[in-house]
């Protein structure tokens, strides 16, 4: 009998500590977003770029990285232009695009992982669909040239 009654006790028990631990798994997943280390590394027409130096995850191989652009307003025009010719723009004024980069430091490539832009509301407007580009050689004074510059030291 004394198995029985402490079977309604430990499910709370359980229950309990489950919940206290996704609360800690939320409130951790919005800090390390919210706790980004934005480094600048260059500015183009299109806006100023950066990398969350807290995002850089290093293999054998590959190193992965957190990318953002803070438009322009040529950036900002473009970014509209491109969103109409996919049938995403509603208006939305873009402020800024993440993306998620894996750079090959040995082989000299890069590709793209995702993309997501942000509108000045800070409310997601598009992104890329999953599953990333294909690998393409870095080209030297490019962009991610420079990021690898960065992120492969």
Same mark, same amino acid.
């Given at each position: &009998?004394?198995?029985? /009654?402490?079977? $309604?006790?430990?499910g709370r028990g359980l229950f309990?500590?489950?919940? +206290?631990?996704?609360?800690?798994?939320?409130a951790g997943a919005r800090d390390?977003?919210?706790?980004?280390?934005?480094?600048?590394?260059?500015? %183009?027409?299109?806006?100023?770029?950066?990398?969350?130096?807290? @995002? +850089?995850?290093?293999?054998? +191989? %590959?190193?992965?990285?957190? !990318?953002?652009?803070?438009?322009? !307003?040529?950036? #900002?025009?473009? *970014?509209?232009?491109?969103?109409?010719?996919?049938?995403?723009?509603?208006?939305? /004024? $873009?402020?800024? +695009?993440? &993306?998620? @980069? !894996?750079?090959?430091? *040995?082989?000299?490539?890069?590709?793209?992982? @995702?993309? *997501?832009?942000?509108?000045?509301?800070? #409310?997601?407007?598009?992104?890329?669909?999953?599953?990333?580009?294909?690998?393409?050689?870095?080209?030297p004074g490019t962009l991610h !040239?420079?990021?690898?510059?960065?992120?492969?030291?």
């Amino acid at each position: &009998m004394d198995g029985q /009654k402490g079977d $309604p006790m430990r499910g709370r028990g359980l229950f309990a500590a489950a919940v +206290v631990l996704a609360v800690l798994l939320i409130a951790g997943a919005r800090d390390a977003a919210q706790g980004a280390e934005w480094v600048f590394f260059a500015t %183009t027409a299109k806006g100023a770029h950066y990398y969350d130096r807290q @995002s +850089v995850k290093k293999t054998n +191989v %590959t190193v992965t990285v957190q !990318e953002k652009t803070v438009y322009s !307003e040529e950036g #900002k025009r473009s *970014t509209e232009k491109f969103l109409a010719g996919t049938g995403e723009y509603r208006g939305q /004024k $873009p402020d800024h +695009v993440i &993306m998620a @980069s !894996e750079f090959n430091c *040995t082989a000299a490539k890069a590709r793209s992982l @995702s993309m *997501t832009i942000y509108g000045a509301d800070g #409310k997601r407007m598009a992104g890329s669909p999953a599953g990333g580009s294909p690998w393409r050689d870095l080209v030297p004074g490019t962009l991610h !040239e420079r990021l690898s510059r960065q992120v492969c030291k």
